[in-house]
Nanobody, 120 residues
Framework: QVQLVESGGGLVQAGDSLRLSCAASGRTFKYEPMGWFRQAPGKEREFVATISDSGGATYYADSVKGRFTISRDNAKNMVYLQMNNLKPEDTAVYYC?????????????WGQGTQVTVSS
């Protein structure tokens, strides 16, 4: 059983940066592709970024490309999401998950989420 725990969210102003962390346990994490999703109030959960098992390949939603960076440290069983130049529309609960692709249904395990709020 995989357990994922996100941290690093908070309240920031537009233009600020945050770094989200996701701690994974319970399985051979280094062989798992991972992703970040987000869900704003009243909206569906949406894809943000994904990273391959080795970290050698990444892919981003157009809305965050150039501002967010996904990375991982397999020795520490951690996945990160560096978020720069945050905008109010980035406000959401951010989730890390085990899986591949841009669709929610392709991900098997989810964390509990961490709230990011960006004020204008």
């Amino acid at each position: 059983q995989v357990q994922l725990v996100e941290s690093g969210g908070g309240l920031v102003q537009a233009g600020d940066s945050l770094r989200l962390s996701c701690a994974a346990s319970g399985r051979t994490f280094k062989y798992e592709p991972m992703g970040w999703f987000r869900q704003a109030p009243g909206k569906e959960r949406e894809f943000v970024a994904t990273i391959s098992d080795s970290g050698g390949a990444t892919y981003y939603a157009d809305s965050v490309k150039g501002r967010f960076t996904i990375s991982r440290d397999n020795a520490k069983n951690m996945v990160y999401l560096q978020m720069n130049n945050l905008k109010p529309e980035d406000t959401a609960v951010y989730y890390c998950a085990v899986g591949l692709g841009v669709e929610v249904d392709f991900y098997d395990y989810w964390g509990q989420g961490t709230q990011v709020t960006v004020s204008s």
